[in-house]
């Protein structure tokens, strides 16, 4: 009987962790976690951050569930790979000597490199704590420097703005999410910020002080305070590279994510910002593979692949377990991200980098922006609100059925038929 360690209870950990079960009734499947029971990331930027999500809603399942599906959950961190016995450490002092290990850590916010990027009480979102702070700042009126116009910079933006918060976005870069949804959809988004009263600023962040407080009970002077607590600063102020400076009650780093390899990287395992995993997500010990934004899919000539989306995470879970089942690798097809903001629904599928660009106007700001190569393959597609286009498109890229500009293009034919 086969005993699987799957360290990180996330998405790609927990969807390796079911997909084991429903192939093997009898496999030993432990995941680690110090977070405890696997939930979900994409509400915490979205429904959970507004309230709209209660907190039991954002976990998979509940704790009987993985009692039934025979799934056990340790909640302690792992600090060790032993790869000579296949011996997870664990914080705590225990061990567990497996047959197989899958690593599922994901990754942590970025921290900015500058002069007060550490500063006590700045806050990030990665995890369910980390979205309590936030929602704890989501206070109309109050101040909210997001630094940092991605996915989830974006995403706050929108909901934090719809709370009453005065929300300023900062990021250097003329149009984020360029080379996920092409210059037309990605400027469209951005966009959206200014006209639902978000202020944005091109710049990058220099640096970042803690502004002393003003309370006379609150002496800055006296040495048994300490300026960088949170509880005591009124706020921050932020040096721009324009010269100028920003003040916030509040400050969200949304600077993307750094993978967790420490584990991989210290038990000699091949990593490159990630762990190297190949089309079966093993790494390069034949016993342990590793899933989800944690990893780097090894490509030919360059220097590999890092999706940090839901679906690649789940995906990946599928085949690691697949791998480990010795049954064939599910056949993906295109890649696919989501994101919601300011009521629209917007959708990557595929690659944007490449091809030419087709455009179909669909009405009240509904649009997609197809990519397509010239012997008519569909290379990929970026949308605003169009979902049934998108699934269409979908199903035409992962069958290679050819399309032409003009069918694109036009908003009366209906790309299901063309896949039939
Ligand atoms: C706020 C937010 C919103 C998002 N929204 C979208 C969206 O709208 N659309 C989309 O496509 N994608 C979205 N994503 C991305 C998507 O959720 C991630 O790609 C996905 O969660 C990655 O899953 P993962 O399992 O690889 O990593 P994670 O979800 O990060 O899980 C990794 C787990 O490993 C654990 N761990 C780390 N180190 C150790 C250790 N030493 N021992 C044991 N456990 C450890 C951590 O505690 C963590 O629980 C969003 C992400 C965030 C953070």
């Not at 079966?280 to 692949?305: K, N």
Request: hydrophobic share 45%; glycine share 10%.
């Amino acid at each position: 009987m086969m005993h699987v360690a799957i360290v990180g209870g996330g998405l790609a950990g927990f969807s390796c962790a079911q997909e084991v079960r429903r192939g093997d009734p009898q496999a030993r499947i432990t995941i680690v976690d110090p977070q405890g029971a696997p939930y979900d990331r994409p509400p915490l930027s979205k429904e959970y951050l507004t309230g709209e999500m209660p907190r039991d809603k954002v976990f998979f399942h509940d704790e009987q569930w993985f009692a039934e599906q025979r799934i056990a959950l340790v909640t302690d961190a792992v600090t060790r790979l032993d790869l000579a016995g296949l011996t997870v450490e664990l914080d705590g002092g225990e061990s567990l000597t497996v047959d197989r290990v899958v690593l599922a850590t994901g990754g942590r916010a970025r921290q900015l490199p500058i002069r007060g990027g550490d500063l006590a009480g700045l806050l990030s979102l990665r995890t369910l704590d980390d979205a309590d702070r936030l929602r704890a700042a989501l206070v109309p009126g109050r101040r909210l420097a997001i630094v940092g116009a991605g996915l989830v910079g974006a995403e706050v933006a929108s909901t934090a703005v719809a709370s009453g918060v005065e929300v300023t976005l900062v990021d250097p870069v003329e149009t984020p999410l360029l080379a996920a949804a092409g210059a037309l959809v990605a400027g469209r988004l951005h966009a959206m910020h200014a006209a639902h009263g978000v202020r944005v600023i091109r710049a990058a962040i220099e640096r970042i002080e803690a502004l002393p407080p003003t309370s006379p009970s609150l002496d800055p002077r006296s040495p048994s305070l300490d300026p960088r607590s949170p509880s005591l600063s009124r706020g921050y102020r932020l040096r721009l590279s324009d010269g100028s400076t920003l003040a916030a009650d509040d400050v969200l780093l949304a600077v993307g994510l750094v993978p967790d390899d420490g584990l991989a990287r210290e038990a000699g395992l091949e990593c490159e910002d990630g762990i190297l995993v190949d089309r079966a997500q093993r790494t390069s010990h034949p016993h342990v593979l590793a899933v989800g934004d944690v990893t780097r899919r090894r490509a030919e000539g360059t220097s590999g692949i890092r999706h940090e989306h839901w679906e690649a995470a789940m995906r990946s879970g599928h085949t690691a377990a697949a791998a480990l089942l010795g049954t064939d690798l599910p056949n993906h097809g295109a890649s696919w991200w989501w994101s919601d903001r300011y009521g629209v629904h917007a959708e990557g599928l595929g690659d944007l980098g490449t091809g030419s660009s087709v455009v179909r106007e669909l009405g009240d700001g509904a649009v997609v922006d197809f990519r397509l190569a010239d012997e008519g393959r569909l290379l990929g597609a970026a949308a605003i609100d169009a979902p049934r286009v998108v699934r269409a498109a979908r199903r035409l890229m992962d069958a290679g059925i050819p399309v032409t500009a003009e069918d694109l293009a036009d908003p009366s034919v209906d790309l299901r038929k063309l896949g039939r």
